[in-house]
């Protein structure tokens, strides 16, 4: 794929995760030379139903976000880098739960549980490495690391997009949601070399589940209950509570957006973004 250029090369660090492929492409449908930075540098399966040559069109390297040399030369000429990764609980098993085909009465007890943090995980080299999945590390180090390497790397002021939340959620510890502000706070003091933007997404759904019984879609469900309960019979008392879902494709638009919009900067609350909720 030819480079479009400074002003349209956008690098996307888990761009093979749930919104990540989404950002990769809505960037991809807007002419954008995409370059995608994962673990192992592998294309995604395409989504069932959906035209896919936006796949082929996305260069997937490898890198290891935390060892900067891995992929410094991407970040260059970049207009924008997008950190879409972390983690909702300190280990990554809700993962598998939450995007499973199990019965939700099977699978909804182990949705929080946890494990040792510490496991074995192949670094760039393939060497096996302990490392550390805190929120600390991946929520917060994470996108410090790369948008530092991206300051050093890149001195035209670009964008660099951090992946946010709404709010926390019940049931899940209070430090998910510090970690995301403190991150927030960190890369918001690195003006005026990046342009900080902050998307805060509440629960995500993507349309291509639609069809299938995995238990993302039936908390979606749920949630899209008790929000019209909310809206209409108690006029959104329980705001703070209660939150509207947002599909993937939604958030990856306003993405997107922002990362077009030179004189935007801060957070874009999850409120601002549901006004396409139809999208």
């Known amino acids: 794929m030819t480079g479009i250029g400074l002003s349209k090369k956008i ?68 207009k924008a880098v997008v950190h879409s990764i972390g983690i909702l609980l300190e280990n990554d098993s809700y993962k598998k739960i939450v995007g499973s085909n199990d019965g939700i009465i099977n699978t909804v007890s182990d949705l929080f549980k946890t494990s040792n943090p510490m496991a074995k995980t192949p670094d760039i080299t393939g060497n096996n490495v302990i490392i550390d999945k805190t929120y600390e590390r991946f929520n917060t180090q994470s996108a410090l690391v790369s ?24 049931g899940i510890p209070s430090g998910y949601i510090e970690s995301k502000r403190r991150t927030e706070y960190e890369l918001y003091q690195m003006q005026p070399e990046i342009r900080p933007v902050f998307l805060r997404p509440g629960f995500m759904y993507d349309p291509s589940e639609e069809n ?53 900067r801060g957070p874009l609350m999850l409120d601002a973004m549901i006004n396409l909720k139809n999208c």
């Open 212 to 264: 299938h019984n995995s238990i993302r879609k039936h908390i979606k469900n749920s949630m899209d209950i008790l929000e019209g309960f909310n809206k209409k019979l108690l006029f959104n008392s329980l705001d703070g509570i209660i939150r509207p879902t947002i599909s993937t494709k939604l958030v990856a638009k306003w993405c997107i957006d922002k990362i077009e919009d030179d004189e935007f």
């Open 11 to 78: 690098v996307v660090f888990g761009g093979t995760g749930f919104l990540g492929k989404r950002i990769c492409e809505n960037a991809i449908s807007r002419g954008y030379d995409v370059v995608s930075i994962t673990g192992t540098g592998k294309k995604p399966n395409p989504y069932e139903g959906e035209e896919s040559s936006w796949i082929n069109k996305v260069n997937w390297k490898r890198g290891n976000i935390f060892y900067p040399e891995t992929y410094t030369n991407e970040l260059k000429n970049a």
């Open 147 to 170: 948008a530092e390497a991206l300051i050093q790397a890149n001195h035209e002021k670009p964008a660099f997009v951090y992946i946010s939340a709404d709010r926390g959620f019940p």
